[in-house]
Structure formats: C-alpha cells, structure tokens
C-alpha cells in the first residue's frame, strides 16, 4: 500500500483588516515557524489544501510559497510537493547557487551611484 505522508500546519492567524497584505502575514508567520525550527524536514500542504483550511484565495498561499522559496526556507517540486528543509539546510548559500545554475564566473563591477553591477560570464 501507498505510504500516508503527515502534512504540518501551524497555528495560523490571518488579520484581514491589517495593512500587512495576508500573503505576507502568511509567509511571515511559516518562515518565523520554519527558523525556530518547527517546521523542519516537514511536508507543507499544497497551495490548494491550505488555502482551504485557512479560507483564503489559492494565489495568495502561492505568493506566500513563492517567497518562501526565494528565501530558500522551502523546496517545491513537481509531483511531491511543498517541503521545508531539514535542520542545517535552511538557506544553504552553496546549494542555492548550485541549485540555480549560477554562473562559473562572475564579475563585480561598481557603478558610478556605488551599485553594484554583475557580468555573467
């Protein structure tokens, strides 16, 4: 038989009539969880399931995964789902160079506001 995956959700708490989009208000509180170390190793519910356990549109649990994953507090995948890095993997620098293909060769150029500028080579 097919093996039972446990989900994890914690407590969340959505205040519509605060200025914080809820997007972020969501993100806020899953990445406060995943940097205390609750959520590690944990498979997330799909942007689907839990935008109906907390009755919210399905795009705003996507925005909230998609910074979550930019932070690199989240692995996404295709066909197995949402899940949080185990303890020691949140946001690895090494692995999430590696992961997007970086560049070999980068070179760091300051222009004349001080920015920094970057050429991929």
Same mark, same amino acid.
């Given at each position: 038989?097919?093996?039972?995956?446990?989900?994890?959700?914690?407590?969340?708490?959505? %205040?519509?009539?605060?200025?914080?989009?809820?997007? $972020?208000?969501?993100?806020? +509180?899953? *990445?406060?969880?995943?940097?205390?170390?609750?959520?590690?190793?944990?498979?997330?519910?799909? &942007? #689907?399931? !839990?935008? +109906?356990?907390?009755?919210? /549109? #399905?795009?705003?649990? /996507?925005?909230?995964?998609? %910074? !979550?994953?930019?932070?690199?507090?989240?692995? &996404? $995948? *295709?066909?197995?789902?949402? #899940?949080?890095?185990?303890?020691?993997?949140?946001?690895?620098?090494?692995? @999430? !160079?590696?992961? *997007?293909?970086?560049? @070999? #060769?980068?070179?760091?150029? $300051? %222009?004349? %506001?001080?920015?920094?500028?970057? !050429?991929?080579?």
């Amino acid at each position: 038989m097919g093996r039972q995956r446990e989900l994890v959700v914690p407590s969340i708490v959505l %205040d519509s009539a605060s200025p914080v989009a809820i997007y $972020r208000q969501l993100a806020g +509180q899953l *990445a406060t969880a995943i940097r205390r170390g609750e959520l590690g190793g944990a498979q997330l519910p799909s &942007t #689907r399931r !839990l935008s +109906q356990l907390l009755g919210i /549109l #399905r795009n705003t649990v /996507l925005a909230a995964y998609d %910074d !979550l994953a930019a932070d690199g507090l989240i692995e &996404t $995948r *295709a066909g197995s789902g949402t #899940r949080v890095p185990g303890p020691g993997n949140v946001f690895a620098p090494p692995r @999430v !160079l590696r992961d *997007a293909q970086y560049p @070999v #060769r980068t070179l760091r150029i $300051r %222009d004349m %506001d001080g920015g920094s500028l970057y !050429l991929n080579y």
